[in-house]
């Protein structure tokens, strides 16, 4: 119901810019916040945990800390250097690696792109050199020293095939197979275009996954945010 998720997101919107209201009431910074997370820089555990209590009494939400990050960065979107939701990379305090929205988390992305992004956030917020990951994986692409897994990447259907009707290469397997919605593709590059991984024959299109290496680290420094906990 239309209507009905209307209202939703309107009291949902209203409940949260209160929420960053009460949060700077308390001398927090709020530094991030959409949907259903705010994400804020404190200096006192006791303050922190004094809001928590105040908003959970207050709007009677299950209000916690998910994550508690010595360092987080925000990711802009790649077209407009906007800030896009949901995307951002940290490391908490006790050292696990947190990625949400990016190319290292996502199936439809090349093994071998995700893997590569993941070191290279690591090396970022672990102070290493970034840019010997993305040689070494460069390198790796160019040398043909990629394996079949490295080069698969997953699509999930998410139609049948009857309404699949454009000319990009899901689409056409889509319907030469005819497939359901909820079937699920392993595919890899070859001349520009995606092909099943059972066609795979020794070859694979070096310059997309290139392309998509580069992607994947301009996706971690373009007009990137950092906050780090001092």
Known sequence: NTYVNH????IASEILSEVILEAKSFGLEVLYADTDSIFVRYDDRDVLERFIKTVRNRFKIPLKVEYDFSKVCFVNRL???KPAIKRYFGITKSGD?????LMAVRRNIPLIIRIAQKEMIEDL???RDVSRTYEKYKSMIVNGELSID???FIVELNKDWKDYRGN???SKIARNLRLSRGDVLRLFYKSGKAFLI??????YDARKYLDLLDKAYKEIFGN???RSKK
């Open 125 to 127: 917020l672990k102070g």
């Open 224 to 226: 990137l945010i950092l």
């Open 198 to 203: 059972e066609d795979y024959r020794g070859y």
């Open 97 to 101: 690696i947190v990625i949400k929205g």
């Open 150 to 152: 490295d080069l698969s």
């Open 79 to 81: 077209t407009d250097y």
């Open 168 to 170: 990009d290469s899901v």
């Open 7 to 10: 209202w939703v997101n309107r």
